[in-house]
């Protein structure tokens, strides 16, 4: 049995009292092998954010995987254009695409923000064909038996509950070639609300998990929290621990088998 904490969009610092104690809290006592963060640690990337997206971080459970998102770069232009992710790497880690490999599992973590982009809105997802096949070599090279999962802040297959927001530029390819490559299960972000779906690609079924906003109080739809995923031979299960205002509470979970290569998942 392997336990992924999936927790996103902290928006730190936290504007309810409590409410980041409370989340270090709960990670703890759900004792994960490994802690997931999709992004969005900060709310507009200043170095007093990024010092408590540190604290927090270094107060949790490790193992950790962790990728930035689109509100981790700064505002400021001229940051925005030269070095968009050096707070993010002074602060927290240089690493732009992790991977975590141990017994059972191996995931991977894609970096889909940008700075700027050539397009209004630079809040939108991009992915880079360089990024996925470094990703999918590096899957490629672990043992069949493994889980393979990748991670993302924007959403690789487009939530209809959220169409415009899951723009992603180069997805369509990027989740065909991480299909291939063995990943039956990609977790993501940025939406700020909770997703289960199967959806099918090159003839496999891969299964889409977003969180929903771990901290902020700009929720769309379920209010804040994290996500649970516990595989057990091959059986996945999905459970929310929500915010009920003191603390969270975790939520019965909904079982979702994943095959191995080729993939095979369908919700139960």
Do not use: C
Not at 60 to 73: A, M, R
Not at 135 to 147: G, I, K, N, Q
Not at 195 to 211: E, F, H, I, L
């Amino acid at each position: 049995m392997k336990r992924i904490l999936h927790i996103s969009d902290l928006h730190l610092p936290a504007r309810r009292e409590g409410q980041v104690a409370a989340l270090a809290d709960a990670v703890a006592r759900l004792r994960a092998d490994l802690l997931v963060v999709s992004g969005d640690l900060t709310r507009r990337g200043s170095r007093k954010e990024f010092a408590a997206a540190a604290e927090f971080l270094s107060a949790l459970p490790k193992p950790q995987l962790v990728i930035p998102g689109n509100h981790d770069v700064p505002l400021f232009p001229l940051t925005r254009m030269t070095r968009p992710f050096r707070r993010y790497r002074k602060a927290l880690t240089e690493d732009l695409a992790p991977l975590h490999v141990d017994d059972e599992i191996a995931v991977a973590g894609l970096n889909t923000s940008r700075g700027v982009q050539a397009r209004l809105d630079w809040s939108l997802g991009r992915i880079s064909g360089r990024a996925v096949r470094r990703a999918t070599e590096r899957l490629s090279a672990v043992p069949t038996d493994r889980t393979r999962i990748a991670v993302t802040h924007h959403p690789l297959a487009p939530d209809i509950a959220d169409l415009r927001r899951s723009q992603v530029r180069g997805a369509a390819s990027a989740v065909t070639s991480l299909a291939l490559a063995g990943v039956g299960i990609m977790l993501h972000g940025h939406l700020h609300r909770p997703r289960v779906d199967v959806v099918d690609v090159a003839s496999r079924k891969v299964v889409m998990v977003g969180a929903t906003t771990a901290l902020s109080d700009r929720e769309r739809g379920g209010g804040s929290g994290f996500n649970v995923l516990d595989i057990v031979d091959g059986v996945l299960t999905v459970a929310e621990s929500r915010w009920n205002g003191t603390s969270y509470e975790l939520e019965p979970p909904r079982p979702v088998p994943v095959g191995a290569s080729p993939v095979v998942a369908q919700p139960v």
